[in-house]
């Protein structure tokens, strides 16, 4: 009987083994192939006591050894190694994985016509396995190995980035940890910005994002709109288009100093709120010009061309169509746009920040202490200043601000997510 190691019933040939005595075990081996060949054929043929036909992935080892009772150091793969494929319809089969030979007296006859198998050494090995129908192959399963290495690395290189922005958030709130409270929010700095809290930039902050926003977000949707929806494509489509490419790479300072140009000196704004918000606006357009861009272009064509069969104008198309199924999208360059004017300081550090300026610590001033004409402290511009600028500064207080910054920040972030997921649940495509 032959001796069946997890799947695979090895078969054992030794040029010292005995025809008539041998059975194929280790300890009395055939003495040759041709011997191995038949009895491999009549075994697997039928069901005999503990053997049984070849199944789907079971194989078949004809093992070389030098003598009975002492095997040779096998090789870790086998020398040959061929297939068996007795469901499938193959013309001619040449015993590879994609060829494979039709049943085992096939297969066994063309091994012994084969002289490389003919001349097998000790420790050398014959493997015949059984190939399901549909099973993967060779090639199939190299890709699945790869697919899975490529998910590996990039799961590798995924935590290299995370990893990291975890500790340094981490870090953060441990050593700002002391000194937040609901107090340090809603106070306003003291002792010349050493002590107290933060209310005045923070307010300061929500008033240049909500300003720029309702600047920027009108202007932006409806210029992504009229260039994906109303301009041809002719050399001034692509020109702007090329221009709004081109302004989201350029640096925040120099977007500074055109909002010193253009809001503060030529429009006559001053350095005030107002002026800064408008830089933040200009700053962030390309990015919800793109965005909104993108996001029309998702929407299918044939909807547009649904809704004009059945009568309705172009504007009544976008505006009852396009934009509900892309609104979504539009949201991500507003969620960027917010992220990007609560962090910036260069832009509104030369148009309307200002180092310190008194609010009210109660009543209605204190929630609206800032006019559109008035200069206003901001987050990012108090954090630089009580970082470089101010002495006897704790660094709790500073690590409290950063913290509070990136707080902000992610607020915002988390209710313009779930506003963007509640509505692409409602799209109808």
Same mark, same amino acid.
């Given at each position: 009987?032959?001796?069946?190691?997890?799947?695979?019933?090895?078969?054992?040939?030794?040029?010292?083994?005995?025809?008539?005595?041998?059975?194929?075990?280790?300890?009395?081996?055939?003495?040759?192939?041709?011997?191995?060949?038949?009895?491999?054929?009549?075994?697997?043929?039928?069901?005999?006591?503990?053997?049984?036909?070849?199944?789907?992935?079971?194989?078949?080892?004809?093992?070389?050894?030098?003598?009975?009772?002492?095997?040779?150091?096998?090789?870790?793969?086998?020398?040959?190694?061929?297939?068996?494929?007795?469901?499938?319809?193959?013309?001619?089969?040449?015993?590879?994985?994609?060829?494979?030979?039709?049943?085992?007296?096939?297969?066994?006859?063309?091994?012994?016509?084969?002289?490389?198998?003919?001349?097998?050494?000790?420790?050398?090995?014959?493997?015949?396995?059984?190939?399901?129908?549909?099973?993967?192959?060779?090639?199939?399963?190299?890709?699945?190995?790869?697919?899975?290495?490529?998910?590996?690395?990039?799961?590798?290189? #995924?935590?290299? @980035? !995370?990893?990291?922005? $975890? %500790? &340094?958030? *981490?870090?953060?709130? /441990?050593? +700002?940890?002391?000194? =937040?409270?609901?107090?340090?929010?809603?106070?306003?700095?003291?002792?010349?910005?050493?002590?107290?809290?933060?209310?005045?930039?923070?307010?300061? #902050?929500?008033? @240049? !994002?909500?300003?720029? $926003? %309702? &600047?920027? *977000?009108?202007?932006? /949707?409806? +210029?992504?709109?009229? =260039?994906?929806?109303?301009?041809?494509?002719?050399?001034?489509?692509?020109?702007?288009?090329?221009?709004?490419?081109?302004?989201?790479?350029?640096?925040?300072?120099?977007?500074?100093?055109?909002?010193?140009?253009?809001?503060?000196?030529?429009?006559?704004?001053?350095?005030?709120? =107002?002026?800064?918000?408008?830089?933040?606006?200009?700053?962030?357009?390309?990015?919800?010009?793109?965005?909104?861009?993108?996001?029309?272009?998702?929407?299918?064509?044939?909807?547009?061309?649904?809704?004009?069969?059945?009568?309705?104008?172009?504007?009544?198309?976008?505006?009852?169509?396009?934009?509900?199924?892309?609104?979504?999208?539009?949201?991500?360059?507003?969620?960027?746009?917010?992220?990007?004017?609560?962090?910036?300081?260069?832009?509104?550090?030369?148009?309307?920040?200002?180092?310190?300026?008194?609010?009210?610590?109660?009543?209605?001033?204190?929630?609206?202490?800032?006019?559109?004409?008035?200069?206003?402290?901001?987050?990012?511009?108090?954090?630089?200043?009580?970082?470089?600028?101010?002495?006897?500064?704790?660094?709790?207080?500073?690590?409290?601000?950063?913290?509070?910054?990136?707080?902000?920040?992610?607020?915002?972030?988390?209710?313009?997510?779930?506003?963007?997921?509640?509505?692409?649940?409602?799209?109808?495509?």
């Amino acid at each position: 009987m032959p001796e069946l190691f997890d799947r695979a019933f090895q078969y054992f040939v030794s040029p010292a083994g005995s025809d008539e005595r041998g059975d194929g075990t280790a300890g009395r081996p055939f003495q040759s192939l041709d011997r191995a060949a038949a009895l491999i054929v009549d075994n697997h043929r039928k069901e005999l006591p503990g053997i049984k036909p070849l199944g789907g992935g079971d194989e078949v080892e004809i093992v070389c050894i030098e003598r009975p009772g002492f095997g040779s150091p096998l090789r870790k793969k086998p020398r040959f190694q061929y297939f068996v494929a007795p469901d499938e319809v193959a013309l001619a089969g040449d015993g590879t994985e994609a060829a494979p030979w039709s049943d085992l007296e096939t297969a066994t006859a063309e091994l012994l016509r084969m002289p490389a198998v003919r001349q097998i050494r000790p420790g050398d090995r014959i493997q015949l396995t059984r190939r399901e129908v549909f099973s993967a192959g060779i090639i199939e399963r190299r890709k699945v190995m790869v697919d899975r290495l490529v998910k590996i690395g990039l799961m590798i290189v #995924t935590a290299a @980035l !995370v990893l990291p922005l $975890l %500790a &340094i958030l *981490a870090d953060l709130f /441990v050593k +700002a940890w002391p000194i =937040l409270s609901w107090r340090f929010l809603v106070e306003n700095p003291q002792n010349y910005m050493t002590a107290g809290g933060i209310w005045a930039p923070l307010v300061g #902050t929500v008033y @240049l !994002v909500v300003i720029s $926003l %309702a &600047i920027a *977000a009108p202007i932006g /949707v409806l +210029a992504g709109v009229y =260039l994906n929806e109303y301009a041809g494509d002719n050399w001034l489509t692509r020109l702007v288009n090329l221009a709004v490419v081109n302004l989201a790479g350029v640096p925040s300072i120099v977007h500074a100093l055109f909002g010193v140009g253009a809001f503060v000196l030529f429009a006559g704004l001053g350095r005030s709120v =107002l002026a800064a918000s408008a830089t933040l606006a200009i700053m962030t357009l390309p990015v919800i010009i793109t965005s909104t861009r993108e996001a029309l272009s998702a929407v299918p064509q044939s909807f547009r061309e649904a809704c004009w069969n059945m009568g309705a104008s172009r504007w009544q198309t976008i505006r009852t169509i396009v934009l509900p199924n892309s609104i979504s999208g539009i949201l991500t360059g507003v969620i960027l746009q917010v992220s990007r004017a609560a962090g910036e300081t260069a832009p509104i550090l030369f148009t309307g920040a200002v180092f310190y300026v008194a609010v009210p610590d109660t009543g209605l001033a204190s929630i609206f202490p800032y006019s559109l004409t008035d200069r206003c402290m901001a987050l990012s511009y108090h954090l630089f200043t009580i970082s470089t600028q101010v002495t006897g500064v704790s660094e709790a207080l500073q690590y409290g601000t950063a913290v509070v910054l990136f707080g902000l920040v992610l607020t915002v972030n988390l209710v313009s997510i779930t506003l963007r997921v509640y509505l692409r649940s409602r799209k109808r495509w």
